[in-house]
Structure formats: structure tokens, C-alpha cells
């Protein structure tokens, strides 16, 4: 009876907690991928006085990084829920805040319409963005880690992130052609709409898979057993502030994704540097990096549920940081094939390395009664701090002064190896019982028994599919 119980919860529930987390992380942060195009292309021209295009631009910018702001407030929020209510049930409530936000900002009208309530409503709209997506992938990533078979917890958990970039891929994959192709006028007046309405599709499609996902096993016993804490978040302080700090420091590896995406692009771009580069070029860097990055991320995770979650994340870690040099050398040389080259193998190929295990590796250092609220709050600051290193590169780097790849490298490579001794002082977690995760005192299984579970998962799994 056990095995059949084991195998049900390891095979349907867990493709479904799969595929559940993958389509809302999916949903996040293809809405998140299209503001950020549409601050940057369309919002200071329909949505700020035109009076001052600076202005209109670093306002409208602001707006995107208001989305940060409400992060932390989000962790908070949603992960109490997550852990007093379940991890479906927040889930949800994440998947609907962002969907309908999202659609809203479609349906806005613009400063010429109404006025100064235009931005105000705007930025009202990315701040429940910003609230929403601080709990998706600690929600999701604990909902499937919980679901997962036995041994594979880091390659089931690893969807997640592929979720992320695949999000990525789709917003470009609609967003860019638009903006490209379509009549300025015709754009401008209501093509830049379409991306952000399309998001109702999305989001039905995203209901549906949810809806059919079952609660933890984990979270469920703890309410069988009348176990439910009334204050996660105190009870996380209180028992994991050790890891808590440590997922801080790991989650500044957000710093590699600022590098190529957001300095670097700026770097090579911005007349004021003196490189030069097409600003095409660089549009298409992240949708180049993300295709690799869906690509590479179940290996990483299921590399990582064979030689564990440290090995590869700190490894990952230092080499991207060391490769943040050569990618801003190739730059700095005016040589835009090793820059794209640079930039695929740093963020598409190393970088995943931490970013397909992190899901996995996050919420197994805490106990379930607190997992979703102790991994959102300590990610969500990591990253939001990640969110202020653009400005500080500027300040340190700004156009004009020399030795740009080295002052900047060497801040990235030094954050990633504050993210590399984090995770090396952690402990080890891919052999400990999921009933065993958190605790200080928990023994990992043997080498011998952990590859005898494995097997059997992996085995089941491969009967599942000739039965199919």
C-alpha cells in the first residue's frame, strides 16, 4: 500500500506540482519581462509629461524598480500565507495578483488621457506586481520539492527557474516583433497593449493546471497533526537566521544577470562609453542566454541531485564571476561576437549552476512549518539588493573613466564569492529525508541507500512512461 501511495505522490502529483510551477513562474515573469521592455520603449512617451524626455525616462524606469520595493513586503506577506494556508493557496493568489495586474496595465489610460493619475495608477499596478512574484518561486519551488520523488528533488525543483526563462522567451517572442515591425503610430496608440492582455490566457491556462495539484504531503501533515504555526516568519528568525542570511548572500548571484543584461548593455550601447554597439544586438543577448539557459537547467538539476547542491552552485558561482571579465573585455575591444559568445557562456551555460539549483537547494534548508516564508524573505532581499548594484556600477564606472571591465569585474566576481562561501558553509542537503530538512541535527542517509531510493524513483518513472 505504501508503495503504491509512494508512487502515486512521486509520479502524477509531482509532474503536476511540476508542471504547476513552472507555468506560474512562466506567468510572473513573462509579465514582468514585458513592463520592463515597455519602460524602457513606450511608457515615458504615453504614461509622463513631455515636456523633459530625460525626465520621462528615469521616471518610467523608476517605475520597473518600484516593482523591487514591494518584494520584501511580498515575502513577508505571501510566505505566511504559504506556510499557514498552504503552498497551493498562495500560489494561486500569486498567479491572480500578477495576471490581473498585468492585464490592467493593458487597459490603462495614458497622461494625455487623464493626467498625472495615469503614472499614478502605473506605479499602484507594479507595486502588486512586485508584491505578487515575491512569493511564486519559494511557493512554487517548495510545492514541488514537496511533491518530488525521492532522489530527485533538485531536477523536479530545477522547472521552476526553466519556467522563469521560458516567461522570459515568451514576453520577447511576442513584445519584440510588435515593437519592431508594427507602424510606430500603430504601436504606440494600442500594439503596445496586446503582450500585456494576452497575459488572460495565460493565466487561465495557468488556473487550470494549479486547480488539479494537491496540497504537500508535508504541509498536510503538519495540519493533520494540528503542527500549523500561527507565526512562521517569527518561527523562521527564531530557529533559521543562520541559513537565512546564507540564502541572502547566495541570491546576490542575481549579480551576473545585472552584468550582461543591464550594465553591460549599457556599457556597450550608451553613446556617452564610447563602444558603439547596435542596440539590437543587445535586445536579443537575454532572449539568446534564456533558450540556453531553458536548454542546460535539467541537467544542472539533475547533476545536482547526484553530487549535491554545493558542488555545482559554488562552482557556478566563481566561474561566472571570473567570466563577467572577459565578457566586459570583449566590450571594451569593440569585438561583439566574443561579447555575445562571453555573455551566453557566463549567463547561458555557468551561471545555471546557481540558478537551477537554488530552487531546490533554498528550501531545503528549512523545516516545512516555516520553508515558503524563510526562503522568500531572505531570496527577495538578496535580490533586491542585486536590484541597486546598476546604479552603484554607474557611480563607480561612469562613462569617461578607464579600466571599466576591471572595476566592474572585480565587483561582480567579489559578490560572487560572497554567494560561493555562503553556500560552501552550508550544509549538505540532497541525501537528507524531506521529514529531516531543517534540522541542525538531521542525518543525510548513506551514499549506498540514497542510490538505491534513486534508482527506484527513476525506475518507476521509466514504467510510468512505457505504461503511458
Known sequence: MASLKEEAHGGRQAKKATASGWIGSALEYYDFFIYAQAAALIFPQLFFPSGNPKVAIVASLATYGVGYVARPIGAFVLGHLGDTHGRKNVLLICMFLMGFSTMA?????????????????????????????????????????????????????????????????????????????????MFNSWGWRVPFLLSAFVLVAGY???????????????????????????EAFANSTPDMVRVV????????????????????????????????????????GNILAVLVIPFIGNLSDRVGRRIPMITGSLLAGLLSFAYLYAISIHNVPLAIVMSLLMWGVVYQGYNAIFPSFFPELFPTRSRVSAMAIAQNIGTTITALLPALFATVAPPGSTNIPLTIGALAFSVTIIASIAAWSARETYR??????????????????????????????RDAKAHA
Not at 260 to 287: D, E
Not at 439 to 455: F, T
Open 208 to 234: 487550470i493546471i494549479r486547480r488539479e495539484v494537491h496540497e504537500t504531503p508535508a504541509f498536510t501533515a503538519e495540519g493533520a497533526q494540528g503542527e500549523l504555526p500561527k507565526s512562521p516568519i517569527k
Open 105 to 185: 496595465v493593458g487597459l490603462l489610460p495614458t497622461y494625455h488621457q487623464i493626467g498625472m493619475a495615469a503614472p499614478a495608477m502605473l506605479v499602484l499596478l507594479r507595486l502588486i506586481q512586485g508584491f505578487a512574484v515575491a512569493g511564486e518561486i519559494s511557493g512554487a519551488s517548495s510545492m514541488i520539492l514537496e511533491h518530488a520523488p525521492s532522489g530527485r528533488r533538485g531536477y523536479y525543483a530545477s522547472f521552476t527557474l526553466q519556467g522563469v526563462q521560458a516567461g522570459q522567451i515568451l514576453a520577447a517572442a511576442v513584445f519584440l516583433p510588435l515593437a519592431a515591425f508594427m507602424p510606430e503610430e
Open 249 to 288: 548572500c547566495m541570491a546576490l548571484m542575481n549579480v551576473i544577470p545585472v552584468v550582461t543584461t543591464i550594465f553591460g548593455a549599457a556599457y556597450a550601447v550608451q553613446a556617452s562609453y564610447g563602444i558603439g554597439f547596435h542596440k539590437s544586438v543587445y535586445l536579443w543577448i537575454p532572449v539568446a
Open 432 to 461: 537528507v529525508r524531506l521529514e529531516d530538512l531543517g534540522k541542525k541535527d538531521a542525518v543525510p542517509m548513506s551514499e549506498q541507500e540514497y542510490e538505491r531510493i534513486r534508482a527506484n524513483s527513476m525506475a518507476e518513472r
